[in-house]
T-cell receptor
């Protein structure tokens, strides 16, 4: 997991509630990413950020929002508009965005009550 | 967009045997191909990667081959051990940060 922390490990969401997943890295990486993993499937890109105060939508951004106010932090909010939020959420970072190795955090499992 | 197909979905081998996992990609512009190993409940860990200017890369018991013409790349694990049991993912990237992942292969190594 090397320098990337995600919290909490498990998160429970009630109907209509927004929840925020934390991702912090101390690797001095410029780029950060959020992926969603569903059981038995590969990872799908939600949002990514190349630099502070800038981010782009990935393939499945609907129902999610992010911010990048600090280089080391890239929180993900799962909004009430995301109708099927139950999944394993993975944060990653890389030195820069251009073909650099992405290193993953330990993940947060989000469950709906 | 890019599409990555990974086969097989499950692979069972005896300890000491070799294991091969294959991926195909659709976008000929893809030029970076990492392989990740994921253990249950944990984040993926990079095990090896290859760029399009190289045909093969080895790291001890692990090797990756790339055929750009056929648009496929493969992971080879020799002398498998029980601790190699995990889910393995291939991925391909054409542009900034946009890794497209395969569906994963569950590798089981029997002692």
């Amino acid at each position: 997991d090397g320098g990337i922390t995600q919290s909490p490990k498990y998160l429970f969401r009630k109907e209509g509630q927004n929840v925020t997943l934390s991702c912090e890295q101390n690797l001095n990486h410029d780029a950060m990413y959020w992926y969603r993993q569903d059981p038995g499937q590969g990872l799908r890109l939600i949002y990514y950020s190349q630099i502070v105060n800038d981010f782009q939508k990935g393939d499945i951004a609907e129902g999610y929002s992010v911010s990048r106010e600090k280089k080391e932090s890239f929180p993900l909010t799962v909004t009430s508009a995301q109708k099927n939020p139950t999944a394993f959420y993975l944060c990653a970072s890389s030195i820069s965005g251009d073909q650099e190795t992405q290193y993953f955090g330990p993940g947060t499992r989000l469950l709906v009550l | 967009g890019e599409n990555v197909e990974q086969h097989p979905s499950t692979l069972s081998v005896q300890e000491g045997d070799s294991a091969v996992i294959k991926c195909t990609y659709s976008d000929s512009a893809s030029n970076y191909f990492p392989w990740y190993k994921q253990e249950l409940g944990k984040g993926p860990q990079l095990i090896i990667d290859i760029r399009s200017n190289v045909g093969e890369k080895k790291d001890q018991r692990i090797a990756v081959t790339l055929n750009k013409t056929a648009k496929h790349f493969s992971l080879h694990i020799t002398e498998t051990q029980p601790e190699d049991s995990a889910v393995y993912f291939c991925a391909a990237s054409t542009s900034y940060g946009k890794l497209t992942f395969g569906q994963g292969t569950i590798l089981t190594v029997h002692p």
